[in-house]
């Protein structure tokens, strides 16, 4: 969920936090519309710094201006999440965050608690392409992992 603030004069401004699982983002994404909810349309964000924030608000070439049922979005960091900028001409109807989160820790105290990330049929597969870099490691000539890895999950 998001809170928009419409106080500004120049942008909306849409806030969310981060999950608090979060290690890295991988990609963001969001569909945006025009003010009536027309032409949706899945698109990225930009993300924005202090050095470029005024530049793309005023500069009407940049991308953060609707123009054709597109535009980006600014996205400026936080202290708690962020916050995506539109101007008055476009909505966020939705937003989209992939990302790695922080592995559960992991501790000698009890071997026996299963690692439960992934589900049963990922494991025999993490399994083998870790026998495999084994061997590479081991300076057998006879395998190569970036030669073999594209044949063997074909």
């Known amino acids: 969920m998001f809170i928009i603030d419409k106080t500004h004069y120049n942008y909306n401004s849409y806030e969310y936090s981060y999950p608090k699982d979060m290690m890295f983002v991988l990609n963001e994404n969001v569909v945006i519309s025009n003010t009536e909810n027309e032409h949706k349309k899945d698109i990225g964000v930009f993300e924005c710094t202090a050095d470029n924030f005024m530049y793309r608000i005023n500069n009407s070439l940049t991308d953060f201006h609707y123009k054709h049922h597109t535009a980006r979005p600014l996205r400026i960091r936080t202290n708690n999440g962020f916050r995506l900028l539109t101007d008055k001409n476009y909505k966020i109807h939705s937003y989209t965050l992939g990302y790695i989160k922080t592995p559960d820790v992991l ?10 990330d992934f589900p049963e049929y990922i494991w025999p597969e993490i399994i083998k392409m870790a026998a495999l870099m084994y061997i590479e490691n081991q300076s057998d000539s006879r395998y190569r992992t970036l030669a073999n890895e594209v044949l063997t999950q074909e």
Do not use: G, L, R, S
């Not at 501790?107 to 439960?116: A, G, L, R």
């Open 107 to 116: 501790t000698d105290e009890n071997p026996e608690t299963e690692y439960k």
